[in-house]
């Protein structure tokens, strides 16, 4: 019996050690202050431009709505007593109605309780629409302009899972809507005896799909049912002025579904079985058919198997993206792989475009050397923009495609690398249509487009037009240095008024109509504006935060070891002191780049207004830190092979950063942490396992056994099997013993994201605490790959401010350090090498 006893308390505390239960914490009230703050609401232009909605979030839910019952179905998470989605957590909770010739603002009567959805116009701009999810299911909402207020439409729970859930028809009175059928009774129950074994078989043909496609996938026949129950709704037509309520068809899965701009006609896709216990619901069979509103087939466009083997980077074979033409009543295109879908194959055009109206001939519109990206129609004629896509290269192509005239040559828009953010043109304006469907805005023979404007001295947004006859641009308005101000929408094209949000250091965001001058400006500087325009504010809104004006930043360039530029923003606390050396936190995410003249280029503006959310690492600003903020760590080189040198670009990525800020009189070399989130977790874990640079790290939600995802990590291409050394070097868990620095290791329980499933860091802790380091390990309850709730924003605040007061500000000097910041021995005893480990 002792000897019984003895063992389960030997049981005991070795369970105690693995996990224990803690209560949530709470970071400074100076932080909470902080955290609490109200951010600006989110504007939605109605589709006449005189009107706009102004929604609030709410900011921070509270854990017990991420505690609420949750199914994860074949890459669906749904809450089974709303049939609504479990991940989108964000609901508004307020609206305003504003007039923008007035400036006038009106709220909108809310139900109690309320979690609605983003307000969805009509055309005509006469009313809007919404959902809410109430506690028995999602409702649907109208607002009429002319009452300003809000009605609920009876009897009727939408069902939002899959998409497409409620769309106005062509004209604008009547929703089209999926509707949890009233029918269909209890769930199925499962079954308290498993009815057999679960077999996986696979007949010797490559499955190489990437790590990515096994988003909560099915586990039983069970859950199938279960999917079958939730994800199944009944398409219906609703009168919005009589409420009265037209099915179509009967109940299916449906995933899209589209109304044609001006026919009686539906674009529908239903998913049927087989289904797959390997992939989500987007790879399972289904029927691309048109039915009339009556629910009558018109075409069965496409019947799609099951598409278990889609290569990595690849599509599947067969008709894919359906869609109608806006431009015409009721007329599909689609894309067609040339390549088999594998992005491999050496082929002379890898898609081709395809065009069909009902009743009419499929025709081919065009084909595409590159992988098909996207095709954009015009308003008006038969123009439209064209891009494709190069894999190898990672380079992106623009088109301008005229469908009235096949036998015309497509002429070539732009033609750059996709990392290209400098000489980005930008991305075009659209306007709704009276039928309700969106097409690029055309003036004349002018388009429109919008941009971040990313330049050496930072973001500058850009408002241009660009010619479709010369395929000349004009800039019409750019954001100035003195703040970071972008359009929202054109307001009146003859008038020449838009929308802006303009933000500076000092001034918090606020809307302004700009209105244009009525000649352009000769001789303005390359890349300057060559209109004037006046602009007049319609909203005030307060400074929510006015003890952060006290931090100051700037935007700081350096270049690494090989010549390459980098950037970094710096954020200094309030009341610093000139001189004063800090405890300084570096924060980044890696990205990799296939060339070295897009890899430096700087992205971010110094010139916003300073607002700290959610667990962002500038609130280390508030406990007297230095901040390196968006640290440049670019990794470069060919799209197969760029994580070769991973370790090593990296290195001399953070090496370049920490030298500049100790060059600048800012930083203490001596009191560095590094932490980063996802991708930007593995980047620490790397960084601590493979360099001295830092005294401790903090790594969020990421993955670090590469072993556990080994059909391609982050853009890497290559199996496990193809690159098995870069798979090991880069695995943090194989590297532990080479971690010597402490290790704060925070993630969600309920991790969304394939790669970076919660075991990634529970078998990290346990490789470093079994070799004897300094490691903790944060699981929180109910969390995905971001954090959520407020409980668990306040708890990682207190745990990140915690570690690094610990392990950074209070860090007593060390005595093993190597000039180039590679690793050189641990604190705690061991071989010494000059060489990267």
């Not at 007035?102 to 809007?128: D, K, Q, S």
């Not at 990140?800 to 392990?807: A, C, E, N, T, V």
Request: aromatic share 10%; net charge neutral; glycine share 8%.
């Amino acid at each position: 019996m002792k000897n019984l006893t003895l063992l389960l308390v030997i049981l005991a505390m070795t369970f105690c050690a693995a996990f224990a239960q803690e209560r949530y914490e709470k970071p400074p009230k100076q932080i909470l202050d902080v955290l609490n703050a109200p951010l600006p609401p989110t504007p939605f232009v109605s589709p006449t431009r005189d009107m706009v909605v102004f929604a609030k979030r709410v900011r921070y839910p509270p854990i017990s709505d991420l505690a609420e019952p949750m199914l994860r179905l074949a890459g669906v998470r749904l809450n089974p007593r709303t049939n609504a989605q479990c991940g989108y957590r964000f609901y508004w909770v307020e609206m305003t109605l504003n007039k923008l010739s007035t400036a006038g603002e009106v709220p909108i009567a809310l139900p109690a309780g309320a979690r609605i959805g983003p307000p969805l116009w009509n055309a005509e701009g006469t009313m809007f629409a919404f959902t809410n999810e109430a506690q028995d299911g999602v409702e649907p909402w109208v607002v009429e302009v002319a009452t300003q207020k809000a009605r609920r439409l009876p009897g009727l729970r939408i069902n939002p899972l899959l998409g497409s859930a409620v769309q106005w028809m062509p004209d604008q009175k009547t929703l089209l809507v999926k509707l949890v059928s009233a029918e269909r009774g209890a769930p199925p129950e499962s079954p308290t005896v498993p009815p057999g074994p679960k077999i996986l078989e696979s007949s010797g043909a490559s499955a190489a799909s990437s790590t990515y496609e096994a988003r909560d996938v099915l586990k039983s026949p069970h859950d199938a049912d279960l999917f079958d129950y939730y994800t199944s709704s009944q398409l219906a037509l609703v009168n919005v002025s009589s409420g009265e309520v037209t099915t179509i068809g009967k109940p299916a899965i449906f995933s899209q579904v589209a109304p044609a701009p001006g026919g009686p006609y539906i674009l529908v896709e239903r998913i049927h079985r087989p289904y797959s216990y390997l992939r989500a619901y987007y790879r399972f069979p289904k029927e691309v058919e048109v039915w009339t509103t009556t629910g009558e087939l018109v075409d069965a466009l496409a019947s799609l198997p099951l598409a278990e083997q889609v290569p990595i980077d690849g599509v599947p074979t067969g008709p894919r993206d359906h869609a109608w033409r806006p431009t015409e009543p009721a007329t599909l295109t689609w894309a067609e792989a040339l390549d088999g879908g594998n992005p491999k194959t050496k082929v002379a055009h890898r898609d081709r475009v395809m065009l069909k109206p009902i009743s009419g001939t499929t025709i081919e519109l065009c084909k595409t050397e590159h992988r098909f990206w996207g095709l954009q129609w015009v308003e008006k004629g038969g123009l439209a923009l064209v891009s494709d896509f190069d894999r190898d290269r990672r380079w992106a192509r623009a088109f301008i495609f005229d469908a009235a005239d096949p036998s015309a040559p497509p002429r070539l828009l732009w033609d750059m690398s996709a990392d290209e953010r400098y000489k980005h043109p930008g991305d075009p304006v659209y306007r709704t249509l009276p039928t309700g469907a969106n097409a690029v805005m055309l003036q004349d023979d002018w388009i429109y487009l919008v941009g971040t404007g990313s330049s050496t001295e930072g973001d500058r947004p850009f408002f241009d037009r660009l010619n479709l006859r010369t395929l000349k641009t004009e800039r019409l308005f750019r954001s100035d240095r003195s703040g970071y101000e972008y359009v929202v929408d054109w307001l009146d094209r003859v008038q020449g008024t838009f929308l802006t949000r303009r933000e500076s250091p000092t001034d918090p965001p606020n809307f302004f109509i700009r209105t244009l001058g009525r000649t352009p400006i000769a001789g303005i500087p390359e890349g300057e504006a060559s209109w004037t325009s006046t602009p007049r504010a319609i909203t005030q809104f307060l400074d929510p935060a006015p003890q952060l004006r006290g931090i100051t930043k700037r935007l700081v360039t350096y270049t690494r070891a090989d010549g390459i530029p980098l950037s970094f923003t710096l954020y200094l606390p309030p009341d610093y002191r000139l001189g004063t050396r800090l405890p300084t936190v570096f924060w980044a995410y890696p990205l990799d780049y296939a060339g070295k003249e897009v890899a430096g280029q700087i992205e971010g503006s110094p010139n916003l207004f300073t607002t700290i959310a959610g667990t962002s690492e500038l609130f280390f600003l508030l406990q007297g830190y230095a901040v390196l903020d968006d640290v440049a760590m670019p990794v470069v080189g060919p799209p197969e092979t760029v994580y070769d040198t991973f370790v090593e670009q990296i290195i001399s990525d953070a090496k370049a950063a920490i030298d500049k800020a100790v060059d600048m009189g800012v930083t203490d070399p001596e009191r560095i942490g590094v932490g980063g989130h996802s991708h930007g977790a593995l980047m620490t874990a790397n960084l601590l396992a493979y360099s001295d640079l830092f005294r401790a790290g903090i790594a969020r939600s990421g993955a670090y056994n590469h072993t556990m995802r080994p059909f391609g990590f982050q853009n890497e291409k290559r199996t496990l099997w193809q690159a098995r050394d870069v798979y090991v070097k880069l695995s943090p868990v194989l590297q532990a013993d080479k971690i010597n620095e402490p290790l704060l290791l925070i993630h969600g329980e309920l991790d969304v994201n394939p790669g970076t499933v919660p075991l990634q860091s529970e078998k990290l802790y346990e490789a470093i605490r079994g070799i004897g380091g300094t490691v903790r390990l944060v699981i929180l309850p109910y969390e995905s790959h971001g954090y959520q709730a407020r409980e668990s924003t306040e708890h990682v605040l207190y745990e990140m401010l915690s570690w690094f007061d610990r392990y950074v500000k209070n860090a007593p000097p060390r005595t093993h350090q190597h000039d180039n910041g590679t690793k050189r021995g641990t604190e705690q005893g061991g071989e010494t090498s000059g060489q990267l480990k």
